[in-house]
């Protein structure tokens, strides 16, 4: 089985880091967190410390199936500052089967400025769409586009992690990682009948 990496630096947003790995695990996918500081301690944005399994430094990243990127704020702008990440983020942009998701700030901060959503459609937290040149930008929690899967924000971070749980296993694996959590969406688009 390949393996999956949530990054977590400095400022990041604690709901949208913690709930993509809550869910990937639970649909039994190897992910693992990351923190692109120096130590396996790193603070969100809500002061909250947690510890990462893996520092950036220390680790291999051969053929990695998913690369996550949490929002929040400085942590978006974090991600994006720290040049061995943006590598690693274009070459899996141009590898076979790799696909990237985000949410919150990343998308626009992170991959919008590094001109990966160029002809993408996407989505992120409001106010960040200017920095997402060349892509279809749709108001939509989440949004579905080739190898991204993108997030508008914290209230989503659950219907965004079953998405790509549902993209990388299928609508069983994800649907069965939903009910399991007594979520029960008609379909796992947020936005149709989200609130019954």
């Avoid at 929690?141 to 209230?155: H, I, R, Y």
């Avoid at 990682?177 to 989200?194: H, R």
Wanted: proline fraction near 6%.
């Amino acid at each position: 089985m390949k393996q999956s990496f949530v990054f977590l630096a400095a400022g990041f947003e604690e709901i949208e880091a913690l709930t993509v790995v809550d869910v990937m695990r639970r649909a039994g996918m190897d992910v693992q967190t990351v923190s692109i500081t120096s130590a396996l301690q790193v603070k969100g944005a809500h002061g909250i410390t947690v510890t990462a399994d893996l520092i950036y430094d220390n680790t291999l990243f051969s053929d990695p199936e998913w690369l996550v990127l949490p929002g929040g704020m400085p942590g978006a702008t974090n991600l994006y500052e720290f040049g061995p990440l943006q590598g690693l983020l274009r070459s899996q942009t141009e590898s076979k089967n790799g696909r990237i998701a985000a949410i919150c700030a990343s998308p626009g901060v992170v991959l919008g400025q590094l001109g990966l959503l160029k002809g993408e459609k996407a989505t992120c937290y409001p106010g960040f769409e200017h920095l997402m040149e060349g892509a279809e930008v749709i108001d939509a929690p989440v949004v579905v586009s080739n190898k991204f899967v993108l997030g508008n924000g914290p209230a989503f971070a659950l219907p965004w992690a079953l998405t790509l749980v549902m993209e990388a296993k299928g609508q069983e694996a994800s649907a069965k990682v939903a009910s399991g959590m007594l979520y029960y969406p008609t379909e796992l688009n947020p936005q149709d009948n989200f609130f019954g």
